[in-house]
C-alpha cells in the first residue's frame, strides 16, 4: 500500500508540473512527415515546408522495403519520437509502395494503438483503410485536389462544432479551405459502401451529406489509445498561400496537429527543464 501511494502521490506530482507545459503554441508539438520517396511534389513541398515553419519536424522518408524509417541526415528515428505523424499525398492514384507495405503498415498502426496521433491527408485518407482501421468500404480516388471558386469547404457537424479542431472558427458557417485550381490525387468516403465510415465524422462537404452520399471528408477514428484524423476531397491546397480560404486550411490543419499532439502518448514532457518523459509514461504511473 505505501508504494502504491507514493507512486500516486509522484503521478500527481508530475502530473502537476506537466500540466503547466501543455502545449499552447505549435513548436511545442513534434511532428513526423511521412513520405514514399525523397522526391516530393509541388503540394506535398508546400505543406510539409509550411509545417516545418511552424512546428518541430523531421521527414521520416520510408525505405523500400518498408518499415524503416530514415531522416534527412541518413538517421533511423523511431514513430515513438513523434508526437504526430502526418501522412499528405497527392501525385499519383495510388500511396506509394513503402507506405503499403506490410511491415510499414504494422510500424504506424502499432505507433498509433500505443498512443500517437496521426493526420491523413489527401489521398493518404485511404491509409485507414490499408491499415485495416476502417472496414466499411473503398475510399473514393478522383481529382483534381483542388478548385475554383472558393467554396470547397466542409461543414462542421453537430456533434463536432465544439471540437478542438475547429477552434477560431465560426461553426455555424461552412468553413471554406481552398479557392485555387490545383493539379492531384485526392480521396473521401463518397458513397462509401452504402453507409458512414466507421469513424466520427467531424465535417461533412459544403454541399450535400447523408448516410450513403456526401464526401465525409472530415473523420476522427480512436485506435487503441491514439487518434487519426482523415482529411480529404479537394482541402488540401497547400499551394494556396494568399487566400482567406489558403488561411483557413493552415489554421485548422495547425489546430488538427495541436489536438493531435496534446492528446498524444508520445508528447514530450519536460517540467522546467528537469524531467523528460511524456504523456503515457505519466498515465502509466497512475495505474
Known amino acids: 500500500m505505501k508504494h502504491s501511494l507514493t507512486g500516486r502521490c509522484l503521478f500527481l506530482t508530475l502530473l502537476v508540473s506537466a500540466c503547466a507545459i501543455v502545449p499552447v503554441y505549435s513548436a511545442d508539438v513534434t511532428v513526423g512527415l511521412l513520405a514514399g520517396s525523397n522526391k516530393l511534389g509541388e503540394v506535398e513541398e508546400a505543406a510539409y515546408g509550411w509545417a516545418k515553419d511552424n512546428f518541430k519536424t523531421t521527414t521520416l522518408l520510408v525505405d523500400k522495403s518498408g518499415g524503416n524509417f530514415k531522416n534527412p541526415k ?45 493526420f491523413l491527408s489527401a489521398l493518404a485518407l485511404r491509409y485507414v483503410v490499408e ?35 475547429f477552434k477560431g472558427f465560426d461553426t455555424s458557417k461552412p468553413v471554406y479551405l481552398t ?12 458513397n462509401f459502401g452504402g453507409t458512414d465510415p466507421e469513424g466520427t465524422i467531424l465535417g461533412t462537404k459544403t454541399r450535400g451529406g447523408g448516410a450513403g452520399g456526401g464526401e465525409r471528408p472530415f473523420v476522427e477514428y480512436e485506435v487503441g489509445d491514439g ?35 496534446e492528446n498524444s502518448a508520445f508528447f514530450a514532457v519536460e517540467p522546467n527543464g528537469k524531467l523528460a518523459t511524456t504523456w503515457g509514461d505519466l498515465k502509466a504511473l497512475s495505474k
Do not use: C
Not at 89 to 116: C, K, R, S
Not at 134 to 163: C, M, Q, S, Y
Open 227 to 261: 487518434i487519426v484524423i482523415t482529411l480529404g476531397h479537394h482541402n488540401g491546397v497547400y499551394t494556396d498561400a494568399k487566400s482567406k480560404e489558403g488561411d483557413n486550411l493552415r489554421k485548422l490543419t495547425t489546430n488538427v496537429l495541436n489536438y493531435l499532439g
Open 74 to 118: 541518413g538517421t533511423a528515428p523511431q514513430p515513438e519520437q513523434f508526437a504526430v505523424l502526418w501522412m499528405f499525398y497527392t501525385e499519383t492514384n495510388t500511396l506509394p509502395d513503402p507506405l503499403l507495405a506490410d511491415a510499414t503498415q504494422q510500424a504506424i498502426l502499432g505507433y498509433v494503438e500505443a498512443g500517437g496521433g496521426v
Open 131 to 165: 491499415l485495416g482501421i476502417e472496414k466499411g468500404g473503398d475510399p473514393r480516388v478522383f481529382g483534381p485536389l483542388g478548385k475554383d471558386p472558393p467554396e470547397i469547404g466542409i461543414v462542421p457537424t453537430a456533434d463536432a462544432k465544439t471540437h478542438p479542431v
Open 179 to 190: 479557392s485555387m485550381a490545383q493539379v492531384g490525387f485526392t480521396s473521401d468516403f463518397h
